[in-house]
């Protein structure tokens, strides 16, 4: 606990004030971590559970950025979900299915109801990594990317 309770080094890429290029960059970071668990080829879980945190970062990126809401707005993953549907991130229909997949894959696998396959965790890989590299670019800051 005393490790939180003063301040550290933080990782480089990570020390900026804006919330919106914070998010960006945690995403980064997670990114860059499970890919090189997913070449290990046996952290299927923690690919899946890294793939969600990383989408859902980047997407907080881009409404955060956009000046929709503030990072602390966004209460519960369907709300990060329903505002990158109201800034174009994706349709409504992606949204709906983004939700579903939330509560019916990365909760089970989360609470051991279910266990992740390399299937599952090469698939959510490629979609938070197709997120990652289209969203920065919609908002014309892929520059601002560390991957």
């Known amino acids: 606990m005393e490790a939180f309770n003063r301040r550290g080094t933080i990782e ?3 020390d900026v004030e804006d919330d919106a290029l914070l998010q960006l960059r945690k995403a980064c970071r997670i ?3 499970i ?19 990383a989408l859902e ?11 929709l809401v503030e990072s602390n707005d ?9 505002y990158g549907a109201q800034t174009g991130v994706f349709s409504q229909s992606t949204k709906a299915e983004l939700v ?6 990365r909760n089970g696998t989360y609470y051991q109801q279910e266990r992740a396959t390399a299937e599952q965790a090469a698939a959510m890989l490629e979609y938070a990594e197709c997120m990652h590299d289209h969203v920065p670019r ?10």
């Open 57 to 67: 970062r980047t997407v907080q990126f881009h409404v955060v950025d956009q000046g």
């Open 31 to 33: 990114l860059d971590g």
């Open 138 to 147: 919609i908002a014309g800051r892929a520059h601002d990317c560390i991957c």
């Open 35 to 53: 890919q090189e668990l997913q070449d290990i080829d046996r952290h299927h879980t923690l690919v899946v559970e890294g793939s969600f945190a």
């Open 74 to 82: 966004m209460q519960s993953h369907e709300d990060t979900f329903e």
């Open 100 to 105: 579903e997949l939330w509560k019916n894959h």
């Open 12 to 14: 480089p890429g990570l």
